[in-house]
């Protein structure tokens, strides 16, 4: 059984830094794309910034220059640096991740984290 787990979130004032990470266990074969999404308050949920399996990356261009994205293949792990951040960031934060997974046999799903709690306070 495959799970992502999020962990870094908090309350931070702005200007502040955070950084979030995600690590995936389970019987995995392979992670192929990786990204960070928000949902704020009434809002539909967003992509922030995405990860392929080599390395290339793209981000929302609200957070251009301000987040970076990045990943271990090593730990199976995602992370996402913050920095200069906004009250208008506050939001959770989930991670996705496209993964092939299996024992005997192998199939690829998307699985999502269960979110972690970003406060930016003015």
């Known amino acids: 059984q495959v799970r992502l787990v999020e962990s870094g979130g908090g309350l931070v004032q702005a200007g502040g830094s955070l950084r979030l990470s995600c690590t995936a266990s389970?019987?995995?074969?392979?992670?192929?794309?990786m990204g960070w999404y928000r949902q704020a308050p009434g809002k539909q949920r967003e992509l922030v910034a995405a990860?392929?399996?080599?390395?290339?990356?793209n981000y929302a261009d609200s957070v251009k220059g301000r987040f970076t994205i990045s990943r271990d293949n090593a730990k199976k792990t995602m992370y996402l640096q913050m920095n200069s951040l906004k009250p208008e960031d506050t939001a959770v934060y989930y991670c996705?991740?496209?993964?092939?997974?299996?024992?005997?046999?192998?199939?690829?799903?998307?699985?999502w984290g269960q979110g972690t709690q970003v406060t930016v306070s003015s």
């Open positions: 389970g019987s995995i074969f392979r992670i192929n794309d």
């Open positions: 990860i392929t399996s080599g390395g290339s990356t």
């Open positions: 996705n991740a496209e993964i092939k997974s299996g024992t005997y046999s192998y199939s690829t799903s998307e699985y």
